[in-house]
């Protein structure tokens, strides 16, 4: 079989792949054993073996101990809805995070005091190792984890404060908005920035799936005015979830 300019293990895969967008491999079925790729291909064994390798870092398959690799089932997206900041209101995170007043979900957050990073220490506009506080957050939808957040947000701003915990004291799990104007500062504009990545093997753990799956990342900044107060990367399985985003029109 010719192969062209293409490595043959992508000729492979991609033919593998489109059987199993056609549904001539349905879910569940047993992927072609590395035995029949390389007869029905005429390809080496280390070419079938790349092309299932690349299937499964697509997330296409899945290798099920002492019985195969099978190809997995591709759950309906689901939404995930957007809109910019939300205003005062009893916003709790889960609301920052999901607008969508449909879907009901839960939130367990942890906090811890930290040197800022120099990627945060720039999204925030302070120096490396300025003390922030850190939250991570899982979010849940029923009893299913669908998105992760780490949040920063600089000591100097909320330090000695009441809101310095963002899960403790008077406004315990209210949203950053929220938060902020109760010690006089004025959230009035929110950056986000969506990319994709592989999966990190802690964050596979709590969302399901598997390491070097892909993940949407919004990156987000609070603003008041030029000043930003917090940012937060959020964490969402790509396979799983769509973003969507509802904006006002000025």
Request: charged share 25%; aromatic share 6%; hydrophobic share 40%.
């Amino acid at each position: 079989m010719p192969f062209g300019e293409q490595p043959a293990y992508l000729k492979v895969a991609d033919d593998l792949r489109q059987q199993i967008a056609d549904g001539t491999l349905p879910p569940h079925t047993r992927l072609p054993s590395q035995a029949s790729i390389r007869a029905q291909y005429g390809v080496s064994d280390t070419v079938a073996l790349e092309a299932r390798k690349v299937l499964m870092a697509e997330g296409l398959v899945e290798g099920r101990s002492g019985s195969g690799t099978y190809v997995r089932e591709r759950p309906a997206p689901r939404r995930i809805s957007r809109s910019g900041y939300r205003t005062m209101g009893e916003c709790s995170p889960f609301r920052q995070e999901q607008t969508d007043e449909r879907v009901r979900g839960t939130w367990e957050g942890r906090s811890e005091r930290v040197p800022a990073g120099e990627a945060v220490a720039e999204r925030l506009a302070i120096s490396p190792r300025d003390a922030v506080m850190c939250t991570r957050y899982v979010f849940r939808s029923g009893n299913e984890p669908v998105m992760l957040s780490t949040s920063w947000e600089p000591l100097a701003v909320t330090g000695r404060t009441p809101v310095m915990l963002p899960e403790e004291g008077p406004l315990a799990g209210r949203g950053v908005v929220e938060r902020m104007a109760a010690i006089d500062i004025q959230v009035d504009n929110v950056a986000e920035e969506v990319g994709a990545r592989p999966a990190l093997a802690a964050e596979a753990r709590v969302l399901g799936g598997l390491a070097g799956h892909p993940v949407l990342v919004i990156t987000r900044t609070y603003r008041a005015g030029g000043l930003p107060v917090e940012t937060a990367d959020v964490v969402i399985p790509a396979d799983r979830f769509r973003i969507a985003y509802h904006l006002p029109v000025r």
